[in-house]
């Protein structure tokens, strides 16, 4: 028979369980680790920071747990102001890249300890119940060390959700697994957040963990969140060229607004005309004005210039050459020199290659103009990249 771990604790309508930061903030003498900010982490979702090295997204959580007094601003709880609180008086766990597990207690003990530091002598039925949850019942008389790197880690969340957290924190949880371990693990978090239902505020630097785990992700960049939303909503419609670079490969093309209207903006680049929607774009669009058109690659169709006459009418379109290509197996990914942008990237699935797109090639790239966004043309190209101060990085701060 299947346990129920969700009727072990209180309703998740009683517990309060969603986190406000109200103004909150955090230096370190001249040096500022968050700017003051406002978040609100609904009750029961799956949240993510996401963002790469130095950007605040573990401090920020580690204010949330009480292990950084915030120089600004409060932490609610609920309806409880907890800011005052040390640690071990809020109601949340933390799990930590580092398993942190006891190695000299089978994974029976180390879930059970918790509930056997507060003097509950009758655990049986609810380390039973939390081994059955991450699925590792039959390895309850285990040592850790017997255990592998995923299995380890699930101990790990089992022991921080015996205690009934209203918030469970996870900070960089899968940073030490291999790819194939990280992904499938991506999954168990999510499948375990499902079925307790408390608040999960996972912090990342990998865009695809976020993606696939969370409900809502917050973008933060240099202390501040640069964006929020539905991960489908961030990566469909950046608000900043940080966004829309960190999140995926975004081509970004810097044109000058032709005309507005009908709900559409034609901008100039290059010699020839794009259109966007005008709601999809983030900046002024009077014309004459400056905008950074974007359009991710995988929304882009590759077509040999022998072969333009059968471009359909209405799409948004560029010429160019190809200068790479590289076969990653479900699809290829091609670098494009172009008057419009010189490394414009398509990526097209393997499914009928045409043997013609080789470097060299003459090439029209086109979309339909329902995919591209516009942003404002006053920020760097080059934000969210690789190498770029206060950027993609590999390091989780």
Not at 136 to 147: S, T, V, Y
Not at 165 to 185: F, H, I, N, Q, Y
Not at 329 to 338: A, E, L, M
Request: net charge neutral.
């Amino acid at each position: 028979m299947t346990t129920n771990p969700t009727k072990t604790r209180p309703d998740a309508a009683d517990r309060g369980g969603d986190v406000r930061l109200a103004g909150i903030g955090k230096t370190y003498g001249s040096f500022t680790a968050v700017h003051p900010l406002d978040l609100t982490v609904a009750r029961g979702s799956f949240f993510a920071l996401l963002g790469a090295s130095g950007c605040g997204k573990t401090t920020t959580l580690r204010m949330i747990a009480g292990l950084e007094e915030p120089s600004s601003g409060t932490v609610h709880l609920g309806d409880r102001d907890v800011t005052a609180l040390p640690p071990y008086k809020r109601p949340v766990n933390t799990v930590f890249q580092s398993y942190a597990l006891f190695p000299h207690l089978d994974i029976y003990e180390n879930v059970a300890f918790g509930l056997r530091r507060r003097g509950i002598r009758s655990v049986k039925k609810q380390v039973g119940e939390m081994l059955d949850l991450v699925q590792l019942g039959e390895q309850a008389r285990r040592k850790p060390h017997q255990l592998s790197g995923g299995q380890q880690q699930r101990v790990a969340v089992a022991r921080a959700l015996i205690n009934h957290p209203e918030v469970l924190l996870l900070d960089e949880p899968l940073g030490a697994l291999d790819l194939k371990l990280r992904r499938r693990m991506q999954l168990e978090l999510k499948r375990i957040q499902t079925e307790v239902g408390i608040t999960f505020v996972h912090v990342t630097h990998d865009q695809e963990e976020a993606m696939t785990m969370a409900d809502r992700v917050a973008v933060m960049n240099a202390g501040r969140v640069e964006q929020l939303g539905a991960p489908a909503d961030l990566y469909e419609n950046p608000r900043t060229t940080f966004v829309a670079n960190f999140l995926g490969t975004s081509n970004l093309v810097e044109a000058e607004v032709d005309t507005r209207g009908g709900g559409d903006v034609v901008v100039k680049a290059a010699g020839g005309k794009l259109v966007l929607p005008g709601a999809r774009c983030s900046a002024p669009a009077q014309a004459g004005g400056r905008v950074l058109v974007g359009i991710r690659p995988e929304k882009i169709t590759l077509t040999h210039a022998d072969d333009a006459g059968s471009v359909p009418e209405g799409r948004n379109r560029i010429t160019g050459t190809i200068s790479n290509t590289s076969f990653i197996g479900v699809s290829t990914q091609y670098v494009v020199d172009c008057a419009a942008c010189p490394e414009f990237e398509v990526y097209a699935q393997n499914i009928d290659r045409d043997p013609r797109l080789v470097p060299g090639a003459d090439v029209v790239l086109h979309w339909d103009p329902a995919h591209t966004f516009g942003l404002d043309a006053g920020q760097s190209v080059l934000a969210g990249t690789t190498g770029e101060a206060g950027t993609a990085g590999d390091g989780a701060a």
